[in-house]
């Protein structure tokens, strides 16, 4: 594994700690600064707005190198994260998660075409794939040390530890990632001339959806696996780092996969076997066992997906790579939110924790039937079978 890409995937556990520990630690929150959960959840949502905002901001930065782009972005993450450990108040905390987004999207972006110019021959999924375990270990181990940490000691120690890998962040890009060829420069209009193409609006349609259906099941885990499959509360956070291990394996798996098959057809049938498993996880989740192992294939596909999609937004958004990029980001967290919400309204209505797995089969099925279109009318003719 070349050290420049270990670099990259510092950053992306950054940025997963970052976006998913506020979660675990939410009740924490709450409860110091005497504000209700249902207040605090903004602090998720701040957060993905600064996602949304900070992608765009890709255009601005076109004619920079691109690892003085990922050394700025890694510095965002340190000051919002510091910014949220010593922030006296709601309001300057919700200021802090919003800064602490803006970089996440345009890492992603930058991170995605940098791992793939520093791939070895053939090997740029597996490549990417690797950027973004970073991520996926952060749900296996760093999101749990976060929750442990507020727990034991303060919420404010996990912004803190977020802040200090950071700084080694700093340190390992800007001594192990080479200075690499900056892409063209096809004007601020030419940024934009790739979403002409119907191409990247199906992938981003089909991350939007993809993404919506596996969150508007997974938003609800605690409580699904606790009323529904009858587990102990105190074993819940066992199952998490069992989920985490999916996402860290599926990552993995797909990279390989994508570098040996057409990406497309990977994403695919990873997209239509997350459909099925979501419409069993709503039959099933009453026998324990088989509701962590659904689980655990549930959230293998969803990592699987990252790399085949990464791989091919950035072959079809020529002249705008970063922002088809980082577009993809945007649809995630998009998903996340309208998958979560509408997943809710399920539970709103008086049903029990099984039903917004339900809902999440028609969300991943659409998303699906996007991949395949794709599949068929694009990348079928340039990859091959």
């Known amino acids: 594994m070349k050290k420049s890409i270990v670099a990259l995937a510092f950053g992306t556990l950054c940025l997963g700690m970052s976006e998913f520990a506020m979660m675990g630690i939410l009740p924490d929150v709450a409860h110091d600064l005497l504000i209700s ?11 993905a707005l600064g996602v949304c905002a900070g992608a765009p901001m890709l255009i601005l930065a076109r004619k920079f190198q691109l690892k003085h782009i990922l050394l700025a972005l890694i510095a965002l993450i340190l000051l919002g994260n510091l910014g949220a450990a010593v922030a006296p108040n709601y309001s300057l905390l919700l200021l802090a998660r919003f800064i602490s987004g803006i970089p996440h999207g345009a890492y992603f972006g930058v991170g995605t075409i940098v791992s793939d110019k520093l791939a070895d021959k053939g090997k740029g999924s597996q490549a990417i794939a690797l950027m973004v375990s970073g991520m996926t270990i952060a749900n296996l181990f760093g999101v749990p040390l976060c929750t442990w940490l507020s727990v034991a000691l303060s919420w404010r120690i996990t912004f803190l530890l977020i802040g200090c890998w950071s700084i080694i962040t700093l340190l390992f890009i800007a001594k192990w990632v080479p200075r690499v060829p900056g892409l063209p420069d096809s004007g601020f209009r030419g940024q934009f001339r790739f979403l002409k193409s119907p191409a990247p609006w199906l992938l981003i349609g089909a991350v939007l959806l993809g993404n919506g259906g596996v969150f508007a ?57 997350i459909g099925i498993t979501l419409l069993l996880i709503f039959f099933l989740s009453p026998i324990s066992w ?12 969803l990592f699987a997906l990252s790399s085949p999609q990464q791989i091919l937004i950035i072959r079809y958004s020529k002249g705008g790579e970063m922002l088809g990029a980082a577009c993809v980001q945007i649809a995630f967290n998009l998903g996340n939110a309208i998958g979560a919400y509408c997943g809710g309204l399920t539970l709103h209505a008086g049903l029990d924790c099984r039903y917004p797995s339900l809902v999440g089969v028609p969300f991943a099925l659409t998303g699906c039937l996007l991949l395949y279109i794709f599949y068929k009318r694009y990348s079928f003719a340039h990859y091959g079978r």
């Open 217 to 273: 099941w997974y938003s609800y885990i605690n409580p699904l696996l606790r009323d529904v499959s009858g587990f102990d509360p105190h074993v819940i956070t066992f199952l998490m780092v069992l989920a985490g291990l999916g996402m860290v394996v599926g990552n993995l798996t797909g990279g390989v996969l994508s570098d040996r098959y057409n990406p497309a057809k990977v994403a695919s049938l990873t997209q239509i076997s």
């Open 37 to 47: 959960i249902d207040t605090a959840g903004h602090l998720i949502s701040a957060y």
């Open 290 to 301: 088989l509701s962590v192992l659904l689980m655990m294939l549930c959230t293998t596909g």
